[in-house]
């Protein structure tokens, strides 16, 4: 097995906001902004985007190859077996789980999870496990191939699937640790799931005038731009994943 390696999901297909991953800031798709931001972990070796093998998708493996980005394809539906199935093509020996929905995020935020980990001896850590600490949209998870292997075999909720590690944090078998921020930051929502999202995000970009900076630039711009909240007040975090809970049934047995 390799080392550390991010896996950022990915496709076109949200339900609320068509393509997001590929609308442009500063003339680069979402999807490049994340994948700069993380490569700036001082742990990470590799990133990887995991797409689906829908035809609509070939537009983010096209944009990924001709970008030398590293790409998989796998299930569009059971998000989880493309996560195993990609991690274990990569030869993964740790997987760090980042969605193609986070281009504000930080890499000090995803390295203190990662060392956390490396630490801690843990099969699983977050930022997000029992509480938000960050703002939403600097969610990171960690964890080993043998535990993302176990999730694969056993998950059978349509939800477990659909989300990789709900298995993981439900179970009591495995070690476990939430990530705490140094310091107290406003929960803002800085994830992109509609329209008013992408319109908060490009403002921040815009106003701070550059495509590099941290979490604390983003917050002191957003302390001093109050108004620019109100873009997206109308929502709440992870709606995602509650709606599939609302509807979760046995998928795999």
């Known amino acids: 097995m390799n080392g550390i390696y991010v896996i950022v999901q990915a496709r076109v297909s949200s339900s609320r906001f068509y393509r997001k991953v590929l609308k442009e800031i500063f003339h680069k798709p979402i999807l490049w902004h994340v994948v700069n931001r993380v490569k700036k972990s001082k742990y990470v070796s590799k990133v990887i985007v995991a797409t689906t093998i829908n035809k609509e998708?070939?537009?983010?493996?096209?944009?990924?190859?001709?970008?030398?980005i590293e790409v998989f394809r796998?299930?569009?539906?059971?998000?989880?077996?493309?996560?195993y199935k990609c991690s274990k093509e990569f030869k993964c020996d740790t997987v760090v789980r980042?969605?193609?929905?986070c281009p504000l995020h930080d890499a000090r935020v995803i390295d203190k999870s990662i060392d956390t980990y490396l630490q801690g001896n843990y099969d699983y850590v977050s930022n997000t496990l029992s509480e938000y600490t960050y703002p939403d949209g600097l969610d990171v998870e960690v964890f080993s191939f043998k535990t993302l292997e176990e999730a694969w075999k056993n998950a059978n909720l349509s939800s477990e699937r659909e989300h990789v590690t709900p298995y993981i944090k439900k179970n009591e078998k495995y070690r476990k640790f939430n990530v705490y921020a140094d310091k107290k930051y406003p929960i803002y929502r800085l994830t992109l799931d509609?329209?008013?999202?992408y319109k908060l995000i490009q403002a921040i970009y815009e106003g701070i005038g550059k495509v590099d900076f941290s979490l604390d630039e983003t917050v002191e711009f957003l302390r001093n731009n109050v108004e620019l909240l109100k873009l997206n007040e109308q929502y709440g975090i992870n709606e995602g994943y509650e709606k599939s809970l609302k509807n979760d049934k046995i998928v795999k047995f």
């Not at 796998?74 to 996560?83: A, P, W």
């Open 57 to 68: 998708d070939d537009e983010i493996y096209d944009y990924c190859i001709e970008n030398n």
């Open 74 to 83: 796998g299930s569009s539906e059971d998000v989880l077996d493309r996560y």
């Open 98 to 101: 980042i969605t193609a929905d």
């Open 194 to 197: 509609c329209i008013e999202d």
